[in-house]
């Protein structure tokens, strides 16, 4: 008989698309919807169900997100109760050098004594230090708290459970949505009602998450793209292309995948969280593609940083500069390496060439400059994509490097796509399913919902076999943890 191991394990941390998961959630939600009327049972057990989930996912770093949680709670509520401005202006720097320098410690600190080793031939040693999963999310969750708080645009959490509650809700933990207190909190006092739509829209997110993650991005991943990009000069032009291509709808499966997971999630729970994708690819600049790709990361860049910088208040070279500068950040917020660097810095040249060219360039507006623009936009964001993935610069180039010396022998493509035929299968199945019309997948949505409950219980099931079918023999860790 298997006895259930509620101990960490690093080798296998719990995940949304993990079996392990399916049982703890199942069992969690079976007694949350026999208690969910209970406010305060609800926030006390709630509360140590997501602290179990973040230890089961990060080990022992949940002691860290706790201790985040009561000093950003009793520093934001000093900063509340004050009416002094400096004092006010005191706690909020206060509060923002302190979750700042928490995500340097863990994140940046040993690629900080790599550059300065390189940049003055120094010996500093590199610690042995280990990046809690999720802690930009929740940092960044609880800087936008204390922003909120200082700008009077909310009134704080009524006590440390309430603001606990809303800092590690297990469902947006580890890889967002960025949740702001102001859509949060008042959820948590009004009633909790558990609609019919809303329970199926939540199992139908749910579904669509996991189709994403495990049978599109999983595959995809383990069985072309992580190959290619860890050795790009052992493989021909053409693959080195395909792997370009191959990691754009990887990336978008896995991430918009937990989120729709962890959208569903909620809302199962009567919590409505923000969307964070909508279909980015169909983009036709890169400034549209920001308000679709990773909305609650690219709204809190523009309001608490775009904005802080002087956004577009202090003449056009200034906004130029502070659309760099944000993008600069955000690249470098995904990963302490000049690659992400340079991700960033590219999303952040285009921005700003975008916005320059705006009052000079006016294109026609019908659906052949829309298809163009389209085009344009997604190979401009693939091409940054490959020094994201790289595991290092020099990488990228070597993929950069064979993807031009592409040549088109019909013969040679075809005997490549003939090798490669199930791995393009489920790469032409990704980027149809986010090409679809957005109203033909509303309209599957609300078929969904209107079935009988025995109807939907067989399509779950299905989609749940066709994951067991595809799985590979370890569950994959979704692409964000690392941020």
């Known amino acids: 008989m298997t006895v259930l191991d509620l101990t960490y394990d690093p080798k296998a941390p719990l995940l949304f698309n993990s079996g392990l998961f399916l049982g703890l ?44 949680s009561v000093l950003n709670y ?34 940046y600190t040993n690629f900080i004594i790599g550059n300065i080793n390189a940049v003055f031939n120094g010996a500093l040693s590199f610690q042995n230090i280990i990046l809690p999963i999720g802690i930009s999310f929740f940092i960044f969750q609880a800087i936008s708290y204390s922003i909120d708080v200082y700008r009077k645009e909310i009134e704080p959490a009524r006590n440390l459970l309430d603001f606990s509650f809303y800092l590690c809700f297990f469902p947006q933990l580890v890889a967002g949505p960025i949740v702001r207190a102001k859509a949060f909190l008042p959820q948590m006092y009004e009633k909790i009602e558990l609609s019919r739509e809303d329970m199926g829209k939540a199992f139908f997110l749910i579904m669509a998450g996991l189709i994403k993650k495990a049978v599109i991005s999983d595959y995809i991943s383990l069985n072309f793209v992580d190959r290619i990009f860890d050795a790009p000069n052992s493989y021909t032009a053409i693959e080195n292309l395909l792997a370009a291509y191959g990691y754009a709808i990887q990336i978008y499966c896995d991430f918009s995948g937990y989120s729709d997971m962890a959208i569903g999630l909620a809302l199962l729970m009567g919590f409505k969280l923000p969307i964070n994708f909508l279909t980015p690819y169909k983009s036709k ?24 910088l002087g956004g577009n208040r202090k003449g056009n070279v200034r906004t130029y500069i502070n659309l760099f500068l944000t993008m600069l950040i955000g690249g470098l ?38 298809i163009i623009g389209v085009i344009l936009t997604f190979h401009f964001v693939m091409f940054a994509w490959i020094f994201f993935r790289a595991q290092d ?49 509303q309209w599957l949505q609300k078929i969904f919902i209107a079935v009988p409950i025995i109807v939907k219980a ?23 943890f690392q941020f």
């Not at 230890?55 to 022992?60: D, F, H």
């Not at 520093?75 to 923002?96: A, D, I, Q, W, Y």
């Not at 590219?346 to 659906?367: C, D, F, W």
């Open 25 to 68: 959630f199942l069992a969690f939600y079976l007694v949350y919807t026999f208690t969910y009327k209970y406010n305060r049972f609800r926030t006390v057990y709630v509360l140590l169900f997501s602290f179990f989930f973040y230890y089961k996912a990060g080990g022992m770093y949940f002691i860290l997100l706790a201790a985040a």
């Open 74 to 107: 009793f520093l934001s509520k000093f900063l509340h109760e004050t009416e002094n401005p400096g004092k006010r202006k005191f706690f909020v720097v206060l509060l923002v050098v302190i979750n700042l320098g928490i995500l340097a410690y863990y994140k």
């Open 285 to 308: 600049s890169v400034t549209e593609f920001w308000k679709r790709w990773h909305i609650s990361l690219s709204s809190w860049l523009r309001d608490y940083l775009y904005i802080s």
């Open 333 to 370: 917020w995904h990963g302490a390496a000049w690659r992400f660097v340079v991700w960033g810095g590219l999303h952040g040249i285009a921005l700003a060439i975008e916005r320059i060219l705006k009052p000079y360039v006016k294109m026609p507006q019908n659906t052949l400059t829309r």
């Open 393 to 441: 610069f020099a990488t990228a180039m070597e993929l950069i490097g064979k993807v031009g010396q592409l040549s088109f022998q019909a013969e040679y493509w075809l005997s490549v796509i003939t090798v490669y035929k199930n791995v393009l299968i489920v790469l032409m199945a990704g980027f149809i399913m986010h090409f679809l019309p957005d109203r033909f997948v």
């Open 458 to 480: 067989v399509i779950i099931g299905l989609v749940l076999w066709l994951v067991y079918a595809t799985a590979s023999s370890e569950v994959q860790p979704f692409i964000y």
